[in-house]
């Protein structure tokens, strides 16, 4: 049986993820152009008789392929967020799997933001009985602030209630 939020219309839904620059093209790339150059400096290393740096510089490419592939781990996790008009959903996925979901009413949730002057929305939460609940953390400031006023906007919709059409 299906509950009463599968049944009304979704006025907003939005999954954020983390945003990766490096592609895995680029990974590949970085990791060839870094090893070779490690491997080059560390022949030279070798042949002045300083063996020991040679190792050094094949440590130095096993630590950047782990921190990048624990960053690219870090990716899977994400934010759902969905509001209807009777209720805003929060939910969050870790990058291992563990889930943690809010159900909300919209009509008494307010969104509030911490500004920073120097960089804008520093921080986006929703507060409802004196509890804060961090949302969009994953974006930057000008991406907080645009998701801010989508996100208003659709609990501004969600308090007046549904819009019924009449047909004559």
Same mark, same amino acid.
Request: hydrophobic share 50%; aromatic share 12%; no cysteine.
């Given at each position: +049986?299906?509950? =009463?939020? *599968?049944?009304?219309?979704?006025?907003?839904?939005?999954?954020?993820?983390?945003?990766?620059?490096?592609?895995? /093209?680029?990974?590949? !790339? &970085? +990791?060839? /152009? %870094?090893?070779? !150059?490690? %491997?080059?400096?560390?022949?030279?290393?070798l042949m002045m008789g300083a063996w020991p740096v040679f190792g050094f510089f094949g440590l130095d490419v096993l630590i950047l392929? $782990?921190? &990048?592939?624990? =960053?690219?781990?870090?990716?899977?996790?994400?934010? *759902?967020?969905? !509001?209807?008009?009777?209720?805003?959903? /929060?939910?969050? !996925?870790?990058?291992?799997?563990?889930?943690?979901? $809010? &159900? @909300? =009413?919209?009509? $008494?949730?307010?969104?509030?933001? *911490?500004?920073? *002057?120097? %960089?804008?929305?520093?921080?986006?939460?929703?507060?409802?009985?004196?509890?804060? @609940?961090?949302?969009?953390?994953?974006?930057?400031?000008?991406?907080?602030?645009? %998701?801010?006023?989508?996100?208003g906007n659709a609990l501004a919709q969600a308090r007046r209630g549904p819009v019924r059409t009449v047909l004559h």
């Amino acid at each position: +049986m299906a509950d =009463n939020n *599968e049944l009304e219309p979704t006025i907003f839904a939005a999954t954020i993820t983390p945003h990766r620059s490096l592609g895995s /093209v680029g990974f590949v !790339v &970085l +990791m060839v /152009v %870094f090893g070779g !150059v490690s %491997f080059l400096a560390g022949i030279a290393f070798l042949m002045m008789g300083a063996w020991p740096v040679f190792g050094f510089f094949g440590l130095d490419v096993l630590i950047l392929y $782990w921190a &990048l592939r624990l =960053n690219y781990r870090h990716a899977a996790a994400y934010e *759902e967020i969905k !509001v209807t008009a009777s209720a805003l959903t /929060v939910r969050k !996925v870790s990058h291992r799997g563990h889930v943690r979901e $809010w &159900l @909300l =009413n919209p009509l $008494w949730v307010k969104l509030d933001r *911490e500004t920073t *002057e120097e %960089f804008g929305i520093a921080r986006l939460f929703l507060v409802t009985r004196g509890r804060e @609940l961090t949302v969009a953390s994953f974006l930057g400031p000008a991406e907080r602030a645009d %998701f801010a006023a989508q996100l208003g906007n659709a609990l501004a919709q969600a308090r007046r209630g549904p819009v019924r059409t009449v047909l004559h």
